[in-house]
């Protein structure tokens, strides 16, 4: 029995062709005579004459028949189908090969995978890899290689630093690996997959790379500098120390930090010219990241792998094959007037989100020009045709592309086709992206790392969800956000908050009216921990209607015919801020810190004054009452070192800087753990009202592959 070709299913073999393929082949299997030979080749002619000949040792993709194709034609993808069908029909030679049990566990690529949990290509396999192959895959393991690893019947390497994946088709043979960059198979990705499948776990780290600490060093003075001197103060010398840290991380291959320091830098710049982009919550969530990022990459034994923390060692982009990419809808994400609306899609191929979007800048205040919806803002192109919008709800097929590590996919001049879904998510995703319920969505959300201190990348934490049924669909009128408790086959429950907005009020009300008037089959969006709970933010929900249409409602990008033709539902506008108890939540001391912190980082540490001391001594005093054990201790310290100052005439700001950065760090760390939504992924939040305030706000523009502050698949004015 020829074990290579009873592993290919009909997902692996849309994998080595395309789904118009195997379909047109599913059609004609019936039609077909299965022989094999003493020798292992198994020849399969059809009813039309075509005689297609599968060889031992033949990738399927490699084999041909009697008929002109020159590529996997229908007739070679319909004999293993027979083949397949011979078997289970009992007609196959009985297997003679080598069990399992026979072959040496330190033979085994997942040699240290306990037994109940290996899954994936064993024996030793690399060894017959052709040397020049071989050796290049060595080098990429030396190089730093960090893999998430979905072990299944045929498993899933996903290889961070070079954004590609590779796929086992069948298991103990590397003939049928696949990975989605255009070199030709078996490529180099091959080595650090099979490597990672020998590890336990789900995120593996071949080869912790030791970080440049020349470059941590500068991270550190220009950080140093910040709180000393201030935004505000120090000015063209610390928006100068910034870029220079930031080239000097990206250099040493530290792109989280250098992205970090960049937008730093940008920052202080937007202050300098007064710009409304800057805001002293954006510097004090900045300054704790790099911290928090410097601090893990100097420790060596730290849980976060290296890449997590410092970014991939390469930021080269990935030439990659072509493939069919699912919409599963559309994210903003703003900063100051700088926007960023994406199409999150779901390649079948790499399995992963990948993200096309466009970058746009609004007007100035001053200028008298309302802002654009977002939904206009979707209706930007990606190639002539194809807008934002419409990738995100439909189903591209593109022939070749550009992807970044982070996970934007930049078709350039490569010809796309648009078409129509049918939303059937169930056959078409796959895991870590498609989850069976709220315990797995959970598990996804358990394993991911804190923002802070996780990968910059668009795809981090986007989950797709099957729903049941719907609960508590409404509208919250002190949270102005749309929510409802999402019911999942596995008996658990998610928490669906969406946050209104007047430029995306057309999405808000096609969603209520998703979740109240029809049947909601799938929610995909961003997962989260809020407590033992667990929350998504929907970037798509496929609603299915009374006659079994389903359709796609894009929370951020839609229309509503209601806005359209009618008076919108009133929106309750929240309490009156004097009428708000403050400190109901963690999450609201921690942001409360935050934003005092960013308002100590402007005017900076040395600057500080009798007011500004008595206020950070009144912040400690209310830490304290609050029975803060963590934040209380970092904001006295804080409060010491500028209380000092009075008493101590050889008083310098150095340990006070050091202090003010430690709690950015450590509130950055608990915002990104108290919050709703990973930072990564959040969205701006907007109260209803004579004009439209942003509150929380996330960090500026964050994509993960940034060369600089806002630079993005469009050119930003």
């Known amino acids: 029995m020829r074990r290579d070709l009873v592993a290919l299913g009909e997902d692996e073999l849309v994998a080595l062709t395309n789904r118009g393929t195997v379909r047109r082949a599913v059609k004609e299997v019936a039609s077909v005579a299965v022989e094999e030979r003493g020798d292992g080749t198994v020849v399969a002619t059809g009813r039309d004459g075509v005689i297609a000949t599968l060889a031992p040792g033949v990738p399927v993709d490699r084999a041909r028949c009697t008929c002109a194709a020159v590529v996997l034609c229908r007739h070679v993808v319909r004999a293993v189908l027979a083949y397949r069908a011979w078997v289970d029909a009992g007609a196959a030679v009985p297997d003679a090969a080598v069990p399992d049990a026979a072959v040496p566990d330190a033979a ?33 393991v030396e190089a730093g290689a960090t893999a998430t690893v979905v072990r299944s019947a045929a498993p899933v390497v996903l290889l961070h630093e070079t954004g590609t994946t590779v796929r086992f088709l069948v298991p103990d043979d590397l003939a049928h690996a696949r990975c989605d960059c255009r070199d030709a ?16 776990g789900p995120v593996v780290e071949l080869h912790r790379r030791a970080p440049d600490t020349r470059a941590l060093h500068g991270l550190d003075t220009a950080l140093a500098l910040l709180a000393e001197a201030g935004a505000a103060s120090g000015r063209d010398a610390v928006r100068a120390a910034l870029d220079a840290a930031s080239v000097a991380c990206r250099g040493a291959a530290l792109t989280w930090p250098a992205d970090v320091l960049a937008e730093l830098a940008d ?59 699912i919409g599963l809808g559309t ?59 419409a990738a995100g709800a439909g189903q591209l097929v593109a022939t070749g592309g550009r992807r970044t590590p982070a996970g934007r996919l930049r078709l350039g001049r490569r010809p796309a086709a648009l078409g129509p879904q049918r939303f059937d998510w169930t056959g078409a995703l796959g895991p870590p992206v498609l989850v069976e319920g709220a315990a797995e969505a959970a598990g996804v959300v358990s394993a991911t790392f804190p923002a802070p201190l996780g990968p910059r990348s668009v795809g981090t934490g986007i989950v797709v969800v099957p729903v049941l049924a719907v609960a508590d669909a409404g509208f919250d009128p002190a949270a ?69 249409a389903r359709r796609l409602v894009a929370p951020w990008t839609d229309t ?29 001391h921690v942001l409360d810190l935050q934003a005092e912190t960013g308002a100590l980082l402007t005017t900076g540490v040395a600057r500080a004054d009798r007011t500004v001391r008595a206020a950070w001594a009144h912040l400690a005093e209310h830490a304290d009452a609050l029975g803060s054990t963590v934040l209380a201790p970092r904001v006295e310290a804080v409060a010491a070192a500028l209380g000092a100052r009075a008493a101590d005439p050889g008083w310098t700001s150095t340990a006070a800087a050091a202090a003010l950065l430690r709690l950015a760090a450590a509130l950055e760390l608990a915002r990104a753990l108290t919050a709703t939504t990973p930072v990564a992924d959040t969205a701006p939040t907007t109260t209803s009202g004579p004009a439209d305030r942003v509150v929380a706000p996330p960090h ?13 698949d469009a050119a930003t004015p």
């Open 108 to 140: 085994r690529p997942d040699a240290a995978v306990p037994d109940a949990a290996r899954s994936g290509p064993s024996g030793d396999l690399l060894a017959a890899l052709p040397a020049r192959v071989r050796a290049a895959g060595e080098r990429l």
């Open 185 to 200: 198979p078996p490529c180099a990705h091959v080595v650090p997959a099979v490597r990672a499948l020998r590890a336990a």
């Open 480 to 548: 102005q956000s749309v929510t409802a408790t999402l019911v999942t086959p596995d008996g658990g429950a998610i928490a669906l908050v969406h946050p209104y907005t007047s430029r995306a009020a057309g999405g808000a009300e096609a969603l209520l009216d998703g979740l109240t008037a029809g049947t909601v089959r799938f929610v995909a969006g961003a997962a989260s921990a809020r407590g033992s709970a667990t929350v998504v933010r929907p970037c798509g929900v496929v609603v299915e209607d009374a006659a079994g």
């Open 267 to 325: 920052l202080c710049a937007r202050h300098a010219v007064a710009d409304s982009g800057f805001d002293p919550l954006f510097l004090a969530q900045l300054a704790g990241e790099a911290v928090l990022r410097a601090d893990t990459l100097r420790h060596v034994h730290s849980p976060v792998p290296t890449a997590f923390a410092g970014g991939w060692s390469t930021a080269a982009e990935t030439e990659v094959v072509g493939g069919r990419l």
């Open 331 to 389: 994210r903003v994400r703003q900063a100051g007037r700088v926007v960023d609306v994406d199409a999150l899609t779901y390649d079948a191929a790499a399995r992963r989100v990948v993200a096309l979007g466009r970058t746009s800048v609004d007007p100035a205040p001053d200028d008298g020009t309302p802002c654009p919806s977002y939904a206009d803002l979707a209706a930007a192109t990606l190639q002539k045709g194809i807008t934002v919008a």
């Open 560 to 588: 509503s015919p209601r806005t359209a033709t009618a008076a919108p539902r009133p929106v309750p506008s929240p309490p009156p801020s004097s009428s708000r108890p403050r400190d109901l939540t963690v999450a609201d």
């Open 700 to 712: 500026p523009v964050r994509t993960g592959d940034r060369v600089g502050p806002h630079s993005g």
